[in-house]
DNA sequence: CAGGTTTTCCTATCACCATTCGGACTTTAC
DNA sequence: GTAAAGTCCGAATGGTGATAGGAAAACCTG
């Protein structure tokens, strides 16, 4: 028979099996009742507890919602296509818009955590902010690599992406009507890019 | 001496006079505190009354809401450059962008409440909706005038704007970097609309 | 001006919310 | 076995929006 892990570790991974539980029932509560619904209570109720004894785990119901946060980001970090990208602007464009307005209308909640700061008195703790804005950075890395520098252009690009997310998210989803609206915002930057930048062409092979 | 109105309409004023200043006072709250910081506690405190007097003049906070999503939609019907567009293209998209995220770095919390849903529970009324619904059918019109007639365009007009004003409210104000932004972005849909539509010209004189 | 009616505003109360405190009970450490 | 640490709960606090019922004021009508 195995030595098993010291037994310090078992409630350690206990305790971390039962934050786990706390915020999937939280996300279970913000996709159904919206994000500010999310109450101690029915949290609570829905893993077999008191109030209180949620801050066993959590410093406060902020403090979930930073964890949700970290969740979030990290979840953002993972659907970024990287491994996808083929080196043609064009197609490198719109699957970028693509992956992240598809990211963003998959769950309303996250996104209204992540990219809209609604949530009354909840700023994400550096730690949580970090995991995002890495993100970020990436994708303004992918971008200096066609050539786009300038940053009014980056901003320009991120506008774009914020403004076609919130497009998304405001009509019914389903349909393709959307995928062909990224298309063209990408065949619009794609234009911004070959008329103010200099390295950017229509089939640079800048990627990774 | 003229013979003053019937006293039924002094109290009907005196009544309007009280809903407005307790939305005046519900605003100074949005701007300060945050549009969901709003009680009627801190309300009641602000016009010298109780929590359970609003209740006199509105049914519930969501009306209070309601109320407020009314005015700032009027505000922004009242905020469109009709009398300024010249009927050059460039010079109207350019304003038409200007005047929107203007208008939306003007107040956050009233941005907020009209172009992000975010308070729990509450949904403009069909009255308060068609103010607002009144003024982006104007500028849709407008757009028409240029060319712009496909309903992706006008939904791409539309992610853009958005997208700038999110992009402006994110950064901190002043400055003209977000001028020159919009003007970048004014540029790019230009090129967009003459290579997707027929009608549109850079000189155009479709105004009014 | 006297009557009844409507409007306004209040106190008291309820249900729900996040949070704190202190104690009981269980698990782990030595 | 005993001390320490972790877990969970009942009770209580102060905040929220909302309702009920009553007192006072304003108003209209005879």
């Given amino acids: 028979m195995v030595i098993g892990k010291p037994v310090r570790d078992r409630r350690a991974e206990r305790h971390e099996a039962t934050k786990e539980e ?21 949290i609570a109720t829905r893993v077999g507890m008191r109030p209180p004894s949620l801050y066993t785990y959590f410093d406060s119901k902020l403090a979930i919602y930073d964890a949700m946060f970290a969740q979030g980001a990290q979840q953002f970090a993972d659907a970024e296509p990287w491994d996808e990208l083929t080196g043609d602007v064009r197609h490198d464009l719109a699957l970028m818009f693509r992956t992240f307005i598809g990211f963003c209308a998959e769950d309303q909640a996250r996104y209204q955590l992540l990219f809209q700061r609604t949530i009354p008195g909840f700023e994400p703790s550096p730690e949580s902010f970090a995991i995002s804005q890495a993100s970020l950075g990436r994708v303004v890395e992918q971008l200096e690599r066609y050539g786009v520098t300038d940053p009014r252009s980056i901003d320009l690009f991120t506008a774009l992406g914020t403004g076609l997310a919130s497009q998304q998210l ?28 200099q390295r950017a062409t229509a089939k640079g092979r800048a990627a990774r």
Avoid at 24 to 37: F, P, V
Avoid at 180 to 195: F, K, P, S
């Fill in 22 to 42: 706390i915020l999937d029932a939280a996300w279970d509560i913000a996709r159904t009742e919206g994000l500010a619904a999310v109450s101690l209570r029915d």
């Fill in 170 to 197: 405001s009509n019914e989803p389903g349909g393709d009507r959307w995928i062909r609206l990224i298309d063209d915002a990408t065949e619009m930057y794609l234009h911004h890019m070959e008329t103010t930048n």
